[in-house]
C-alpha cells in the first residue's frame, strides 16, 4: 500500500460545481464538485476540480462513488488516489473533442519511419499520469472505453479504426510508484494501459476485456519502464495481452530499457499474441520474468492466439535475463517464438543486437499448428537459451515434403508465421549457440511426416 501524505482541510459549504477544499480525512467526493453520474452530461471539469482539489490538500482519495461518469481526459497529480467504487463507471466519451490532446512535446512517442510508434495513438488519453508519483488507481469499480464509438467496417467487414481516437486509455509517462488494483477495463479503442519510462509501477487483479475482433487493443504495454510487476490479471483482447516494448518519448537520446518486470498468475485470450517481448526494440531488455501465465483461446474470439509466447530483438538492442515458466498454453497456433533480427527500426545502418540467456521451464502447450522456432541470423546466433520440464502437442498430419528451404527473412516482421511451414513438427531451432534441452517431449495428435526437431547451425550448452 503507498503511503499518501493528506494533508487536513475543512469542508466548506459551497455552490454545487464550484471549487471546493479536500475533506477532513483526505476524501475528495466527485459529487461534491458538481458530478452528476447520470452516464449522460459530462462530469470531467467536476472530477478534474477533485483532483486538483486533493493535490492542493497534498494529496488524497478521489472518489467516485455508485453511477456512470462520463468523462473526457482527467489528469492525476502526486499522491492522488482514484477510488472507483463497486457500482461506479468512469466511462469514455464517445466525442473525441471531449478529450484534452497532448502537445507534442508530451506525447509518449518516438520518430520510427518518418512516423510515429504505433501511429494513431495519443495524443488522447481518458486517464493521464504524466511526470507524477504515489498514484493509484483502484476500488473495484470500472473504466470503460466507449471502443465502439472510433471503430468503423471495411468492405470485408472487419472492425478498422477512426482515427483519433483515445488510445492509450490510460498512459502513465515518466511516473514513480503507480499501482492500478481491483479495477475492471473494458471495451478499449485501442491500447488500454500503458507505461513508457516509468518506475515503480504495479498492476495487480484487473481484469481488461476487450472487443476481441477490436484493432490494435493492446492489454498492458510496458514500454521503456523498470521495476514493473503485473500479478493476477486477466487480459481478454484483441491484440497482445501484455507486451513489453522499448521505444523511448526523447528523439534523440539513448532509449532507455525496459527492466526489471514481473509477469505472474496471468490468464490471457488474445488473436494475436499472449505474452510478448518486442517487435518494438530500440532499448535493452533485461530481467523479466513471466511466471505463472494460462494462455487460450476465450469463448467469443474468431481465431486463436497467432503466438503465446513470443520474444524479438529486431532493432539493435540487446535482451538478456528471460525466465518463463509454468504456463498452459491451449490452441495458440504457435506456442514459442523466439527471434533475432536486423529490422534495424531507429538505426542508420541497421546492427543486429544481442539475444541470450534465456529459459523456458514447466510449459504444456497443446491444440498447436505451426511449430514453436527460436532463430538467430547468420554470424548473429541466440545464445544460451534452456528449455527444460517441456511438453509441446501439435496438430500434426503433414508429410515430409511439406516444407522448402526456411528463408533468413533477416529484415522482416518478426512473428511466428514467417518462415511458413517449417520442416519440424514441433520445435525449429537455427543459428544458436548454447542450447540445453532437457525433459522436453515434442508430439502430434496425428501422425506427421516431419521429424519433432530440426536444427540448423546450432551448438549444444554443455552438459552439467
Not at 482527467?74 to 499522491?79: A, H, K, Q, Y
Not at 479504426?161 to 492500478?180: C, F, G, H, N, W
Not at 528523439?251 to 498468475?265: A, I, Q, W
Not at 520445435?427 to 549457440?433: F, M, N, Q, S, T
Request: charged residues 20%; contains cysteine.
Amino acid at each position: 500500500m503507498l503511503e499518501l501524505a493528506l494533508a487536513a482541510a475543512s469542508l466548506a459549504g459551497l455552490a454545487l460545481g464550484a471549487p471546493a477544499a479536500a475533506g477532513h480525512d483526505g476524501v475528495c467526493n466527485v459529487r461534491d464538485y458538481g458530478a452528476r453520474g447520470d452516464g449522460q452530461v459530462l462530469d470531467t471539469a467536476a472530477i478534474q476540480r477533485a483532483v486538483d482539489a486533493c493535490a492542493a490538500a497534498g494529496g488524497g482519495v478521489v472518489v467516485l462513488p455508485g453511477g456512470t461518469f462520463l468523462s473526457g481526459t482527467i489528469v492525476l497529480r502526486d499522491r492522488i488516489t482514484l477510488r472507483i467504487a463497486p457500482g461506479a463507471t468512469l466511462l469514455a466519451s464517445p466525442r473525441i473533442a471531449d478529450f484534452r490532446p497532448f502537445p507534442p512535446e508530451e506525447v509518449a512517442k518516438i520518430a520510427i519511419d518518418g512516423s510515429t510508434q504505433n501511429k494513431g495513438n495519443g495524443p488522447y488519453n481518458l486517464i493521464h499520469v504524466e511526470g507524477a508519483h504515489d498514484v493509484v488507481i483502484d476500488g473495484g469499480g470500472q473504466i470503460r472505453g466507449a471502443g465502439a464509438a472510433y471503430w468503423d467496417r471495411d468492405a470485408a467487414g472487419a472492425l478498422v479504426s477512426r482515427r483519433p481516437r483515445p488510445s492509450p486509455l490510460i498512459e502513465i509517462v515518466a511516473s514513480r510508484r503507480v499501482r492500478i488494483e481491483g479495477v475492471t477495463v473494458s471495451e478499449a479503442a485501442g491500447w488500454t494501459i500503458h507505461t513508457l519510462e516509468a518506475d515503480g509501477v504495479t498492476v495487480r487483479d484487473v481484469g481488461i476485456f476487450n472487443d476481441p475482433q477490436g484493432p490494435n487493443t493492446d492489454g498492458i504495454d510496458i514500454d521503456s519502464s523498470r521495476n514493473v510487476l503485473v500479478d493476477g490479471a486477466h487480459v481478454e483482447s484483441g491484440d497482445d495481452c501484455v507486451v513489453l516494448k522499448t521505444t523511448g518519448r526523447r528523439p534523440g537520446r539513448p532509449v532507455p530499457p525496459t527492466e526489471n518486470v514481473l509477469v505472474s498468475n496471468l490468464i490471457c485470450s488474445s488473436d494475436d499474441q499472449g505474452f510478448k517481448i518486442g517487435t518494438e526494440s530500440l532499448g535493452d531488455f533485461r530481467n523479466i520474468t513471466l511466471s505463472g501465465a494460462t494462455i487460450f483461446q476465450a469463448p467469443g474470439f474468431y481465431r486463436p492466439p497467432t503466438a503465446a509466447i513470443s520474444m524479438s530483438m529486431v532493432d539493435g538492442a540487446s535482451f538478456e535475463n528471460v525466465v518463463v515458466s509454468n504456463v498452459v498454453i491451449r490452441d495458440a497456433k504457435t506456442p514459442l517464438f523466439l527471434r533475432l533480427g536486423n529490422r534495424g527500426r531507429g538505426q542508420t545502418a541497421p546492427t543486429p543486437g544481442r539475444l541470450r540467456h534465456v529459459v523456458f521451464s514447466n510449459i504444456v502447450a497443446t491444440g498447436g499448428e505451426l511449430a514453436s522456432s527460436i532463430t538467430g541470423i547468420p554470424g548473429h546466433p541466440v545464445e544460451d537459451v534452456t528449455l527444460s520440464d517441456i511438453s509441446l502437442s501439435m496438430k500434426g498430419g503433414a508429410p515430409a515434403a511439406a516444407t522448402a528451404a526456411v528463408p533468413e527473412a533477416e529484415r522482416d516482421y518478426p512473428h511466428a508465421p514467417m518462415f511458413g511451414a517449417l520442416p519440424a513438427s514441433g520445435l525449429y531451432v537455427r543459428h544458436v549457440r548454447g542450447l540445453a534441452l532437457r525433459n522436453v517431449r515434442l508430439l502430434t495428435e496425428a501422425p506427421d511426416g516431419r521429424a519433432p526437431l530440426v536444427t540448423e547451425d546450432v551448438e549444444l550448452a554443455p552438459q552439467p
